[in-house]
């Protein structure tokens, strides 16, 4: 049974194959209609050393040639929020493959809070013009022949939904694996109560529904999983399932959130990522940098 209020259709199967990006413990999607060779890529990864500075497309290239060699054309470049850990591969895959880039138009919120942290000039527009696609909730769109869409999932971010195709739902953030539980909720726009608001619409969608994750970090040592059902988060979650409350969940990931360390990331992610996965643009000498505010975050 279902009580959402979405346009779910259980009988349209998406062929979905994930790409695990070990550097940052990213997974990557690449959401095929089974009806014709149209597909979306998931929350793709751009891979850099930060300690060198240095950018390399060793992950995206490999979701490139997966989509070449099965002859896929990509319609839709997804960011299911702005990521903290990793940095984006939309614009470099679509310049190689095309397909527009779209995000949660609550991007415009972060934009504006992180346009502070990093203290941009005016040229860093804070309005989402750098995403091809901005989604509200309920916000449908077209993958070939399948029908998705996108519902707000605040509480990780301002930004954050989960993007959901036939049978198939992309949580990003709002949910780790049944034994990872749940993601932090203590970035700036960050709430728990909100968090836990936000599952609480996921575990809403059909029992059978497949899930699949943004992260996963083999807790307790198991191998790396990303795909499970909403019924098995219902049940075995151990942040939010067997009816755990949301003053439970509050209390819980507010004290975990203040013993976590900041992302090795964060720091070029959030200035990649707030820009739709472009570098802040090349000063005068043409020679491109990424900041470090110091006591900022
Ligand atoms: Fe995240």
């Known amino acids: 049974m279902t009580n959402t209020p979405y346009p779910v259709d259980m009988s349209v199967k998406p062929e979905v194959t994930g790409f695990f990006d070990e550097a940052t413990n990213t997974i990557s999607y ?29 992950s995206a290239d490999e979701i490139i040639a997966f989509v070449q060699k099965n002859d896929l054309k990509v319609e839709w470049l997804i960011e299911t929020h702005v990521h903290a ?14 397909g527009k880039i779209g995000i949660g138009d609550k991007i415009t919120v972060v934009q504006d809070t992180f346009g502070k942290v990093f203290n941009e000039g005016t040229e860093f527009q804070r309005d989402g013009s750098q995403f091809d696609r901005l989604f509200v909730d309920g916000d449908t769109y077209q993958i070939g022949t399948m029908t998705a869409f996108a519902i707000y999932t605040p509480g990780h971010t301002p930004a954050c939904m989960v993007h959901v195709v036939g049978n198939a739902a992309f949580v990003g953030d709002t949910l780790f694996m049944p034994d990872g539980g749940s993601a932090r909720a203590d970035f700036p726009g960050g709430d728990a109560g909100t968090l836990y608001d936000s599952i609480q619409k996921v575990l809403a969608l059909p029992d059978d529904m497949r899930l699949f994750m943004c992260h996963d970090y083999g807790p307790n040592g198991r ?18 399932g067997g009816g755990k409350t949301r003053e439970d969940f509050i209390k819980f990931r507010t004290e975990r959130d203040a013993q976590l360390a900041m992302p090795k990331l964060i720091i070029p992610s959030l200035q990649v990522n707030m820009r739709a996965g472009q570098l802040p643009p090349a000063d ?12 900022g975050l």
Request: with cysteine.
């Open 85 to 98: 850990d990793h940095l984006s591969g939309a614009p470099y895959i679509q310049g190689k493959l095309g």
């Open 284 to 295: 005068d000498s043409g020679k491109t940098f990424l900041k470090v505010p110091v006591n």
């Open 223 to 240: 191998e790396i999983r990303w795909e499970t059902t909403v019924g098995d988060e219902k049940a075995h979650n151990i942040h939010v």
């Open 30 to 58: 690449v959401v095929k209609d089974p009806n014709s060779n149209a597909c979306a890529i998931v929350d793709s990864v751009m891979d850099i050393d930060y300690a060198a500075g240095r950018i390399t497309y060793d």
